[in-house]
């Protein structure tokens, strides 16, 4: 069965600092990969996917890059974190076939301070 | 532009009161809606795909339609475990499957 994993689970950084978030699957192969913020009371916001190694497409404009340096493994990065960085952040992913369902990781509670 | 609005925001249920949640859409072209529960602190747990009006899903207490406009998740016989924050998603036309999500609805279930 495929399992996901999200590390660390929580983060506090200081503003201006750097950031690293990574999330790996496990039990697939090629899988369409997915990052999400999540900010208190509002819905997910897709900040980037990934339909391959080293293929990355953003969302929306900030301060935030993405890598996916192995199939299964994408990355999450900051090079100066600001305060508006803050939120609950979740990787997804699914299958490069039909189906269309995400399925999300645990998440990471990041807090910039 | 693409929308998905969730109704109520949140709602009280007592143990056993049978309700529903709504999800209305507005996109440019409907792949597919999606369901998922949210604990606190935790990430997404898929429910249900719906791919066409008239689609019915159910697991356990829990029951998923689809018109052409809206969705919704009836609850029937509450139990306090289904406490959670449930998320409406629809997949809309494109090259990589993007899900657009709604707000969610926080459903609290007392005994």
């Known amino acids: 069965s495929q399992t996901i994993h999200q590390w660390p689970a929580t983060l506090v950084q200081p503003v201006g600092s750097p950031l690293s978030l990574e999330c790996t699957v496990e039990g697939t192969s090629n899988p369409n990969l997915y990052w999400y913020r999540q900010a208190a009371g509002r819905g997910l916001q897709l900040l980037f996917y990934s339909v391959g190694i080293g293929q990355i497409s953003s969302e929306v404009p900030q301060n935030l890059s993405a890598s996916r340096p192995q199939d299964r493994q994408f990355i999450l990065s900051s090079k100066k974190l600001l305060l508006s960085d803050s939120g609950f952040y979740l990787c997804?992913?699914?299958?490069?076939?039909?189906?269309?369902?995400?399925?999300f990781g645990p998440g990471t509670r990041l807090t910039v301070t | 532009e693409d929308q998905v609005t969730q109704s109520p925001e949140a709602l009280r249920l007592q143990e056993g009161e049978s309700s529903s949640l709504n999800c209305s859409y507005t996109v440019s072209g409907l792949r597919g809606l999606f369901w998922y529960r949210q604990d606190p602190g935790k990430g997404p747990e898929f429910l249900f795909t719906?791919?066409?009006a008239g689609e019915e899903k159910e697991k356990e207490r829990l029951k998923a339609t689809l018109t052409k406009k809206e969705s919704f998740l009836h609850i029937t016989a509450p139990k306090p475990e289904d406490s959670a924050t449930y998320l409406c998603?629809?997949?809309?036309?494109?090259?990589?499957?993007?899900?657009?999500f709604g707000a969610g609805t926080r459903l609290a279930v007392h005994p």
């Open positions: 998603a629809v997949q809309v036309s494109g090259g990589y499957n993007k899900l657009i």
């Open positions: 997804a992913w699914r299958t490069s076939g039909a189906s269309y369902e995400q399925y």
């Open positions: 719906l791919y066409s």
